[in-house]
């Protein structure tokens, strides 16, 4: 579930190479997993292997010897003269016996299958040149395409497009995933990933220890909230989901239903009083009160069973938005701000951070999505237009004092300890009105339980993906939190966990 950046795997062969295993015996057994790809992806028919200069490209000629020694015709496109190959690379050519073919788009031909082993994951520049036209070339020929670590023109720290890219069929990478896997556009290039054991020692990591995470529930096994036999619905905690004005209640509704369905015991919507006949006559288990001041929504906080609290899914942008946010931190309560509460902090996102860092260690929870994270993080999206997704939730974190999720296909969770998550569990029909509304009261239903900020972000994110899944195509807002018995079922019998 560790996620690597390209240093810090470079940093594991590394260790497991000074520890005593050679790095060609690395090369060999990456080689290998290799060629069982791409047994696996085509039974018969010519196969070619495009090889770069450097280890990835070694790692193309140990498959393509491995291949041929199995009886399948294969052949290798290298980009520079063979006698130019040096270290393990060079080691690798000396196992293939035939000749190689010149680097020319035009000797690709008709095959059943290009392995592409050109650049790997440690490209840092733009692809330029007759690696450009090659990559294009293979894009076009319409063979399945299987990557060596990773497609040939994608960063694999970033997942960004070093000018063009291979667009593979499956990639086979190694020890660990990359944030270039997991992160678009990256995530879109790679197609399916298969990760090969190569013989690093898993103990490396305790001298690494990587800070990125996939998003999958053997992370927060130990964080998942479980109710208690002799637990009560008091326990369980109490959210509160703040309203806007009569025509836009539905997604506070959709928020409360989600964090009920989430675990919690209880859950109120506070409604002006002017919606209230509208959230009473939608809402069942859904408790409703009447909250329009500022006045009453701090009265409301000296409840202290009141512990979590949802703002921004259809309150209204402006200052009554701003000033329920700041009551609800200074109650020192769990909180997350998603939609107009973080737009309401737009002109003076300060404002909001430093309340957050105010409120003495909160389980405070950002959701903002691509348009929305400009707006309080213009510095962190704006200077630095290339940088990753992953660095830019990380800057904001530490930056709001808050744990940060930006979504997309790609979810990051960063808490301000540097810690982060990746989810890829998400379909793509879970892009629709109303979604993350829903997410904002899972996430909310868990802080109630006592789950932490980061986990809480990172279980609600990855539980919104797999309901998203069991709805299935066709899905709206409204089916997601009616799922979610299914998954915490999958969950309960994952972990072993009695119901």
């Known amino acids: 579930m560790e996620v690597l950046t390209t240093a810090e795997m470079e940093r594991a062969d590394r260790l497991t190479i000074a520890a005593g295993t050679p790095g060609f015996a690395l090369m060999l057994s990456a080689g290998q997993a290799v060629a069982e790809a791409a047994m696996d992806l085509v039974e018969e028919g010519p196969i070619v292997v495009v090889a770069g200069r450097g280890n990835n490209g070694g790692d193309g000629f140990v498959a393509a010897a491995e291949l041929a020694a199995r009886g399948r015709e294969v052949s290798i496109i290298l980009l520079c003269e063979r006698d130019s190959l040096q270290g393990d690379a060079a080691s690798a050519a000396r196992g293939w016996k035939y000749p190689v073919k010149p680097f020319n788009p035009q000797a690709i031909g008709k095959p059943a299958l290009i392995i592409d082993a050109l650049f790997g994951a440690g490209l840092n520049r733009p692809v330029k040149g007759k690696p450009y036209d090659m990559i294009e070339a293979i894009n076009a020929n319409g063979a399945p395409v299987l990557a060596v670590d990773l497609p040939s023109g994608i960063n694999g720290d970033t997942g960004a497009v070093m000018g063009i890219a291979v667009r593979a069929t499956e990639t086979v990478t190694f020890f660990r995933r990359k944030p270039g896997h997991l992160l678009l556009s990256g995530k879109i290039y790679c197609g399916r ?106 009265e409301l906080w000296t409840d202290r069973r009141l512990n ?192």
């Open 193 to 298: 990933v298969r990760v090969a054991d190569i013989g690093i020692d898993p103990r490396v990591l305790e001298e690494i220890q990587p800070k990125t995470f996939e998003n999958v529930p053997q992370f927060w096994r130990n964080s998942f909230p479980v109710p208690r036999i002799d637990g009560h619905k008091y326990a369980r905690g109490h959210v509160i989901v703040v309203s806007g004005e009569t025509a836009s209640t539905g997604a506070a509704r959709m928020s409360a239903r989600g964090a009920l369905r989430a675990g919690a015991g209880l859950v109120t919507v506070a409604s002006p009083r002017d919606a209230l006949v509208v959230n009473a006559t939608a809402l069942t288990a859904v408790m409703v009160r009447p909250i329009d001041t500022v006045v009453e929504f701090a």
């Open 308 to 499: 979590t609290c949802v703002i921004g899914p259809g309150a209204g942008v402006g200052e009554r938005t701003r000033d329920f946010v700041l009551t609800a931190l200074s109650a020192k309560r769990n909180l997350v701000v998603d939609a107009d509460a973080l737009t309401s902090f737009a002109a003076a996102p300060d404002r909001l951070f430093e309340a957050i860092k105010a409120s003495n260690d909160p389980q405070v929870v950002l959701t903002p999505h691509e348009g929305e994270f400009p707006r309080l993080f213009s510095d962190i999206s704006n200077k630095h237009p290339l940088r990753s997704k992953l660095e830019r939730v990380r800057a904001a974190a530490e930056r709001s004092g808050a744990v940060v999720l930006l979504k997309g296909p790609d979810t990051v969770v960063a808490s301000p300890d540097g810690r982060a998550t990746i989810a890829y569990n998400a379909p793509p029909w879970l892009a629709t009105a109303g979604a993350g509304d829903v997410l904002a009261g899972i996430i909310a239903g868990l802080l109630a339980q006592g789950v932490a900020a980061f986990g809480a972000a990172s279980i609600g994110v990855w539980m919104h993906g797999e309901a998203a899944r069991e709805a299935g195509p066709g899905l709206i807002a409204e089916d997601l939190p009616e799922t979610l018995p299914a998954v915490h079922r999958r969950l309960y019998d994952e972990f072993g966990i009695e119901y």
